[in-house]
């Protein structure tokens, strides 16, 4: 069974950093593909960044040079850096992974990320 399991959400204040984790029941490289999502009240589920097997990146135009994704040296964890938060970052995050590239993406729980003062 996939499982996906987020961690690090909380409250931060504008311009702070959060790092989230994703824990999964397979090792990073199981997956063909590794992203981070989020959701704003409102708003639809939006892609963040996303790492593939060989270790490709790609972000979001709207986080672009503020978060970074990457693998730990633990094989079944990855990770987003999030840096010079904006209350417009505020939003779930949700890890997602897809074992073949078109495959089924798999979804994590989510954790909470809220930016305020």
């Known amino acids: 069974q996939v499982q996906l399991v987020e961690s690090g959400g909380g409250l931060v204040q504008p311009g702070g950093s959060l790092r989230l984790s994703c824990t999964t029941s397979?090792?990073?490289?199981?997956?063909?593909?590794m992203a981070w999502y989020r959701q704003a009240p409102g708003k639809q589920r939006e892609l963040v960044a996303q790492?593939?097997?060989?270790?490709?990146?790609n972000n979001g135009d709207s986080v672009s040079g503020r978060f970074t994704i990457f693998r730990g040296n633990a094989k079944n964890t990855i990770f987003l850096q999030m840096d010079a938060l904006e209350r417009e970052d505020t939003a779930d995050y949700y890890c997602?992974?897809?074992?073949?590239?078109?495959?089924?993406?798999?979804w994590g729980q989510g954790t909470e990320v809220t930016v305020s003062s």
């Open positions: 790492i593939t097997r060989e270790g490709a990146t």
């Open positions: 397979y090792t990073a490289n199981d997956f063909a593909i």
């Open positions: 997602g992974g897809r074992m073949t590239t078109y495959g089924i993406l798999f």
